[in-house]
């Protein structure tokens, strides 16, 4: 079994920064593509960035400029910088990643999700 853990979030205004870390423990060969997905209040998730296991990343076009993913292999992490922080930005945000437990054996995983407040 896997487990990820969010963090970094919290109250920022608006123009502000700051950076999210999921961390993920378990039963772990490898680990494929992690990403970064958000849901505002009344809104479907949706996905901010991902990157894959060589280091290929795609963001939304919301955030292109503004959010940078990367990763840690050695240490299972996942980070989401997020600059120029604008009110829209407000969402719990939750870290997904693709893991093999065993050799070719991948399973998706998800994380209990960090709120991010921006205020205007």
């Known amino acids: 079994q896997v487990q990820l853990v969010e963090s970094g979030g919290g109250l920022v205004q608006a123009g502000g920064s700051l950076i999210l870390s999921c961390a993920a423990s378990?039963?772990?060969?490898?680990?494929?593509?992690m990403g970064w997905y958000r849901q505002a209040p009344g809104k479907q998730r949706e996905l901010v960035a991902e990157i894959s296991s060589g280091g290929s990343s795609i963001n939304a076009d919301s955030v292109n400029g503004r959010f940078t993913i990367s990763r840690a292999n050695a240490k299972n992490i996942v980070y989401l910088q997020m600059n120029s922080l604008k009110f829209e930005a407000t969402a719990v945000y939750y870290c997904r990643m693709v893991v093999a437990g065993t050799p070719g054996r991948f399973s998706e995983y998800w994380g209990l999700g960090t709120q991010v407040t921006v205020s205007s």
């Open positions: 378990g039963t772990i060969f490898s680990i494929n593509n």
